[in-house]
């Protein structure tokens, strides 16, 4: 691969900067392909985590005393560099949540209680459980229909579908952004006009594209953007939920507790503002100035540059994957990014997986998460490496090294 | 009755074969080649009150009491976990039911296989070990 003699940037220097990337497992370098399931730490993230509980950890908003205040400082400074990232409009339309799931869940709390019985939501046939799940239950709860914009056998949403689907009936969409599974870039601006066209709002499930390219919330006209942190170089357990702040506003609150009122009586009890309304009890609060530091970090990155690189792994990965006889990859999307799936035939994705792992390499196996997308493929799973742009063509080379001996051990 | 050898000289038994293995990929290759060989399980028995289900692999297991032992059948989808299942019943096959109920099968985390084990891992394997002590001890009940 001459073309990528000249990385658009330094990939060797990028990982000097995630120490978990430089280590061996089982007595091999470690080769790092599950990306699509969480990402690695770079160092600034790390000493965030440390400086944040020896110097700086006390609880936040209510305090008068010093550490408090900067604990304060530092998450606020946090939420405000996430928001100018997203170019959203304000810093109230940056909600802390737990992640994605978290976030998702939220909206189908808060804003599903604003929905009438015989009102619909539509999500597409790619979706991950915690984009089916949630409103499913919902659905039950208040009489709502939801419907599943079907998708090609390349892993395209079908754009006629969608159309056909929508009414005035249509509430709310909520799609992923990019497929944790196939790696299909959805056309999700065009998706989110045609929504509000029939007067429905839009949630994005940003899981799979925060990593992967920069996002502009204004730009798209989103309702709602959903992500984790710690898919983005941040922490587990701290996600963003943006949502449009007039919407944000009409949304009844999610959970009672400390942090979310203005006053409690026992007669009646009235809610603070936003964003503080949808946060209630303690935060994650180093989870929330840690992802501050990991979207520092991201903003040192040049993400068009990072687009190519990574599409350039997924290429390459697949046409070397594609020599193997009887190997299958799963979703062929003309927009496609990050990610290769791939099941073999006779062979199950989990042996496959196992002595990939035993090689050193970490990759993905089963249905992640998506089960309803394995039935339309009629398969039990597949084997998914999920790329970030530290990782490397030569990495692809062991990897295929370390597949050919697997199948071959597996004959 | 046919008699057994002792549940722990097994164990001991393949603790001592797989001490000959170098490194990770020999492990493997003879799970493989034990998963090979493992009797392939009746199809009328892949029944649905058979199936232990796991997030990665399936699991049937065909259990029954003959002359005083337990005898266990079993298949998988995938290849590896077969081998384990070769391991488990090379080591539980023809045993008492109290004795499989009681034993803690030490050999495994020996070996190196505790993490096929693991909860997390949601393989069937941990299913079927649980399903192995339950069938034998619902056969000590029917005593």
């Not at chain 1, 249509?170 to 601006?189: D, R």
Request: hydrophobic letters at 40%; proline letters at 3%.
């Amino acid at each position: 691969m001459s073309a990528l003699q000249n990385l658009p940037f330094n990939v060797r220097e990028i990982r000097e900067q995630f120490p978990a990337l430089r280590q061996q497992v089982y007595g091999k370098n470690l080769i790092y392909f599950d990306n699509g399931a969480t990402s690695q730490k770079p160092q600034l993230v790390l000493d965030a985590i440390n400086h944040y509980y020896s110097k700086e950890n006390a609880n936040i908003h209510r305090g008068v005393h010093y550490l408090s205040q900067r604990a304060t400082t530092e998450y606020e400074a946090a939420r405000t560099r996430i928001q100018k990232r997203l170019n959203a409009k304000s810093s109230n339309e940056i909600i802390f949540t737990k992640g994605t799931t978290d976030g998702i869940n939220l909206v189908a709390s808060s804003f599903g209680n604003m929905l009438q019985a015989g009102d619909e939501i539509i999500i597409s046939a790619m979706e991950h459980h915690s984009n089916i799940v949630p409103w499913q239950m919902l659905c039950e709860r208040k009489g709502l229909f939801l419907r599943v914009i079907p998708i090609n056998f390349e892993g395209e949403i079908l754009q006629d579908e969608y159309e056909k689907l929508l009414s005035k009936k249509t509430k709310l969409v909520a799609i992923t952004h990019i497929s944790n599974t196939l790696g299909t870039v959805n056309p999700i601006k065009e998706m989110i006009a045609k929504a509000h066209n029939v007067g429905a709002k839009f949630l994005v499930d940003g899981a799979q594209s925060i990593q992967h390219m920069s996002i502009d919330v204004r730009d798209l006209n989103c309702d709602f953007f959903v992500f984790s942190g710690h898919k983005v170089f941040g922490p587990t357990g701290i996600g963003v939920l943006y949502g449009k702040e007039d919407l944000l506003d009409q949304m009844p609150p999610y959970q009672g507790g400390g942090d979310m009122i203005a006053k409690v009586t026992f007669e009646r009890t009235t809610y603070n503002e936003l964003p503080y309304k949808f946060e209630a009890g303690t935060p994650h609060i180093a989870g929330g100035i840690c992802l501050g530091k990991a979207f520092e970090y991201i903003e040192s990155i040049d993400f068009k540059a990072v687009e190519v690189h990574e599409r350039a792994l997924a290429d390459y990965a697949s046409q070397v994957l594609e020599t193997f006889e009887g190997l299958t990859i799963i979703g062929d999307a003309k927009n496609k990014t990050s990610v290769v799936s791939f099941s073999l035939k006779d062979l199950h994705p989990f042996d496959i997986g196992t002595l990939l792992d035993k090689q050193g390499i970490a990759v993905r196996t089963g249905h992640h998460c998506t089960q309803p997308l394995m039935d339309f493929y009629k398969i039990p799973g597949t084997v998914r490496a999920s790329f970030a742009f530290y990782n490397t063509i030569e990495e692809i080379d062991a990897f295929v090294i370390a597949l050919e001996r697997s199948l071959n051990m597996l004959k | 009755m046919e008699t057994s050898m002792d549940i722990n000289k097994i164990q001991e038994e393949i603790i001592s074969e797989f001490e000959m293995f170098d490194d990770w990929m020999e492990k493997y290759e003879y799970l493989i080649e034990l998963g090979k060989d493992l009797p392939i399980i009746a199809e009328e028995l892949k029944t649905e009150d058979r199936l232990i289900e796991g997030c990665q692999s399936r699991v049937w297991l065909n259990a029954a009491l003959i002359d005083g032992g337990m005898s266990f059948s079993a298949d998988s989808d995938a290849i590896i976990t077969k081998g384990i299942i070769g391991l488990l019943i090379r080591v539980m096959n023809h045993q008492k039911p109290e004795i499989i109920a009681s034993n803690d099968l030490f050999f495994i985390k020996e070996i190196g296989l505790q993490e096929h084990l693991s909860p997390s891992r949601s393989n069937g394997l941990l299913g079927m070990v649980k399903r192995m002590k339950l069938e034998a001890i619902k056969s000590l009940n029917k005593k």
